[in-house]
Nanobody, 119 residues
Framework: VQLVESGGGLVQAGGSLRLSCAASGMILSVFSSSTKAWYAQAPGKQRELVAQITPDGSTNYADSVKGRFTISRDNTRKRVYLQMNSLKPEDTAVYYC???????????WGQGTQVTVSS
């Protein structure tokens, strides 16, 4: 199983980015039944949960991104997205895609994509 993120980059404060995570080597039923999330790790800080979506579509967000970020998934394409609006310099971090498979009892991480927000 491999998770590959894309969509990161450099953006000015107030701008938007859309991160995408593609899962390969994972059958559709396992993808659909997995909890999916995005984490962020800023320099010198611990990796923190940004947004999570459960198999039934329930979402959960860090307080710092509520109202600005939206997590979604496309089960048929085996992709997870993070729409990031009204970006702030403090959103600068490496963003990681994460999946937790109930079927296999295994967690998966992507390699991360850098998001840099300039003031």
């Amino acid at each position: 199983v491999q998770l590959v993120e894309s969509g990161g980059g450099l953006v000015q404060a107030g701008g938007s980015l859309r991160l995408s995570c593609a899962a390969s080597g994972m059958i559709l039923s396992v993808f659909s039944s997995s909890t999916k999330a995005w984490y962020a790790q800023a320099p010198g800080k611990q990796r923190e949960l940004v947004a999570q979506i459960t198999p039934d579509g329930s979402t959960n967000y860090a307080d710092s991104v509520k109202g600005r970020f939206t997590i979604s998934r496309d089960n048929t394409r085996k992709r997870v997205y993070l729409q990031m609006n009204s970006l702030k310099p403090e959103d600068t971090a490496v963003y990681y895609c994460y999946m937790s498979s109930v079927t296999y009892g295994t967690d998966y991480w992507g390699q991360g994509t850098q998001v840099t927000v300039s003031s």
